[in-house]
């Protein structure tokens, strides 16, 4: 809903609607079972529940659902269901397009409080506002890549916890500066493309501990 508030902000009721009625679909898909074989009770229950959500969707009036919008402290009520308390935080920062929203709504499904950010520069101002648990970056990105980025976090937090994400690993150069950082920090590493259950079972087991887990894949 955030994010649908933010295109009602900007292009007005029909874009907003638009967008509320028809991105269940996407991540429909993105959470069918056969797609995760390895997590398919899961994705099923997660599943489940969008088909809920967009059932209650499907039966209010244009108005209602602006309604929803216009009021912050309004939700779009699910019956038998209360959202559990928001406590872990991440932040995101990636510059390709299409990934933001499937990153902000994948977590968001997973009950995390989560910010995406488009660049460096960008991240690092939000990590100062948002303070998360867990900075989830691509390392290269314009105006600050992700190592510089992470560089200047620690100066804030030295315990934060860092998954990169690059196409670029096999990169000497990229290669070299990660297996530093992984070595010194515990920091994990995820190649692109990868699965998405694949991100988020490594994001739940580096949260779960307190030291840094060591974990590359």
Do not use: C, W
Not at 126 to 137: A, E, S, Y
């Amino acid at each position: 809903m955030e994010k649908a508030k933010e295109i009602y902000a900007e292009l007005g009721e029909q874009a907003a609607l638009s967008y509320i009625k028809y991105s269940h679909r996407l991540l429909s898909k993105v959470y069918h079972p056969d797609l995760n074989p390895l997590n398919e009770e899961k994705a099923r229950q997660a599943q489940q529940k969008l088909n809920r959500v967009s059932e209650r969707i499907s039966k209010l009036e244009d108005e209602e659902i602006i309604r929803v919008l216009v009021n912050k402290d309004l939700p779009i009520p699910v019956a038998g269901e209360e959202e559990p308390p928001v406590k872990i935080k991440i932040l995101v920062v990636e510059d390709e397009f299409g990934l933001h929203e499937i990153f902000r709504e994948i977590f968001r499904m997973e009950g995390y409080d989560v910010r995406i950010a488009t660049n460096g520069v960008q991240g690092y101002e939000l990590f100062k506002k948002f303070n998360p648990d867990l900075v989830f970056t691509d390392i290269i990105m314009p105006e600050m890549n992700g190592l510089e980025l992470v560089g200047k976090i620690r100066e804030i937090n030295p315990r934060i916890k860092v998954i990169y994400m690059s196409g670029f690993f096999g990169i000497k150069q990229v290669r070299l500066r990660i297996q530093e950082e992984v070595e010194q920090y515990g920091y994990l590493t995820l190649s692109k493309p990868f699965k998405l259950s694949t991100m988020l079972e490594m994001v739940k087991e580096y949260l779960a501990v307190d030291s840094p887990l060591k974990i590359n894949r």
